[in-house]
């Protein structure tokens, strides 16, 4: 990863933790038209330890300074995504974000402002397989989603984690309910709201989803799609007890993640050069309307889980 290719984007990666070691650092490897540059943590160690040999610095204004890069992936802990968006705008860096764009939607809001604009990193819309699914749904009819996100937090052992499960997991459930069906969620109904789980109900424009979430059961994914009459018209799913035992027989030592991660790279790189990606980046706005939902979902949960419109609260 030291030598950079010709003609590819020089990458540099804020945040070195888990997601960094188990996805960006080995996505960085596969994916074309990319390369890591340097990375930065404020922990220098941990950058010598997930990526010897790549230029670490103890924050990204130190990695800015630095130069040598053309755009900047930002997977730092939560509280910081805003601060660390603003400063490489401040450079004219384009930014690849990590969800949640910010800790609430008053953070979230103040992306509107920075130019250029971050992307969001909502990598499930870059897995191979999410994508095929999505190709093969009618774009009209109204669709009926079963979605769930499940993990030991635990077991992946962030460095630093204080978001609750509805902020750590529900951001990718509410966008795939909006990129799987096309359309804007108008209501949603919380049925459960605790620091480990979530689930909850969203009413979109084409359709519903039912998502189900948590931060401490075995990993797992699903999607299910079913129109309204009912009939099923495509499954998606990772994971699970069977697939956690067969995984730890027969390492392959590559996170399930990577693959997205790689996609969503190329994309970015892209989108960088001023091309057109094959799977269009998330934007600021959807990381608006991701964070609306999460504010209704919480209002949802205070109000004893009574629906809460989107419009209503001008949320929308």
Sequence with gaps: MNDQPQG????????CGRLAQFGYLPAL????????????????????QVAPGIP????????????????????????CHVA?????AEAMLPALLEKPPGL??????????????????????HDPDLVELR?????????????????????????????????????HLIDLGRWLTGSDIQSVQ??????????????????????????????REIVRVRESAGRELGVFGRGG???????????????PLVDSLVKQLEAFGAAVRGMPPSQPLASVLDGLAVMASIEALRRSAAQNGSPVSLTSLGLA
């Design 104 to 125: 609430d939607l008053k953070e979230a809001r103040e992306l509107l402002d920075l130019r250029p604009q971050p992307w969001l990193a909502f990598n499930r819309r």
């Design 190 to 219: 919380t049925q459960l709201l605790n620091e480990r789980r979530a689930k909850f109900t969203l009413q979109l424009a084409r359709g519903r989803v039912q998502a189900r979430c948590s931060c401490d059961r075995p990993y």
């Design 135 to 171: 190709s093969k749904l009618p774009r009209a009819e109204p669709l009926d989603l079963l979605v769930e996100l499940h993990y030991r937090r635990t077991g992946w052992a962030p460095f630093e984690m204080h978001d609750d499960a509805l902020l750590d997991l529900g951001p």
């Design 56 to 79: 670490a610095y103890e924050s990204l204004g130190a990695m800015i300074r630095a130069g040598g890069l053309d755009g900047v992936v930002i997977a730092t802990p939560t509280s």
């Design 29 to 48: 490897e596969l994916a074309h038209g990319v390369s890591l540059v340097s990375v930065a943590d404020t922990n220098r160690s941990r950058c010598n």
């Design 8 to 15: 590819a984007v020089g990458i540099g990666l804020v945040g």
């Design 84 to 88: 660390d968006a603003r400063l490489a």
């Design 241 to 255: 007890i069977i697939a956690g035992i067969l995984g730890k027989l027969r390492p392959t030592g590559k996170n």
